[in-house]
């Protein structure tokens, strides 16, 4: 089992749809990362967060660290928000290690 | 101005050579770190550096040498090329010293191909 897992692995959405990620990790952490991989390959960091809640434009992280779970939420979706999100978990106080999930695969069809 | 950024961008190459990725990031970070993602597109870190000196060293074969001139840079050399080393390399970097939590910033990658 891996320290980190998200659900589901693969989402096809249609445009306009609210889509929610979901990730548990298995040991205690410092922070979780939200990341995102554009079908190019790039990979971009969207959140990082320790506790509650972050938002950016339309895009909602949610962290619950006594449940050990994170989602990802995108409101409004669109086909331009295709692309793979990979949770890492960061375990700070045994240094600055990513542990990675094996990500979301997210298709937004118009 | 790029945040993070590898050299080549593509790579391909015979078995048995000796190959260098280089990294450089202008962001002032202290720490920079690779990681590999396989043909099934997982990630895994394999070094981490905190200001030139090396951190983290996963389970990596010895072919894989990492070397850090200086805070900006993390080069990676690999020796003796083997089929199952084709993926995608990525450099990262973060601010902060050891231990601190921080966002990592990542290189556009470096697709490695081994024949």
């Known amino acids: 089992k891996n320290e980190v897992e998200q659900s589901p692995q693969n989402l096809t959405a249609q445009e306009g749809e609210f889509i929610t990620i979901n990730c548990s990790y298995s040991?205690?952490?410092?922070?979780l990362h939200w990341l995102q991989q554009h079908p190019g390959g790039g990979i971009v960091s969207l959140f990082m967060l320790s506790s509650g809640k972050k938002k950016h434009g339309r895009l909602i992280a949610t962290i619950n660290i006594q449940e050990k779970h994170s989602s990802l939420h995108i409101t409004a979706s669109h086909p331009r928000d295709s692309a793979v999100y990979i949770c890492a978990s960061l375990r700070g106080t045994s240094g600055s290690r990513l542990t990675f999930g094996e990500g979301t695969q997210l298709t937004v069809n118009p | 101005d790029t945040a993070v950024s590898q050299t080549p961008k593509y790579l391909v190459t015979q078995m048995g050579n000796d190959k260098s990725i280089k990294c450089e990031q202008n962001l002032g970070h202290d720490t920079m770190y690779w990681y590999k993602q396989d043909s099934k597109k997982f990630l895994k870190i394999m070094f981490s550096?905190?200001?030139?000196?090396?951190?983290i060293n996963e389970t990596v074969p010895n072919r894989f040498s990492p070397k850090s001139p200086d805070k900006a840079h993390l080069n990676l050399h690999i020796n003796s090329l083997e089929l199952g080393d084709s993926a995608v390399y990525f450099c990262a970097s973060s601010q902060g010293s050891w231990g601190t939590s921080y966002e990592q910033y990542f290189g556009p990658g470096t697709r490695l191909t081994v024949t």
């Open positions: 040991v205690g952490i410092s922070a």
């Open positions: 550096y905190n200001n030139k000196e090396l951190i």
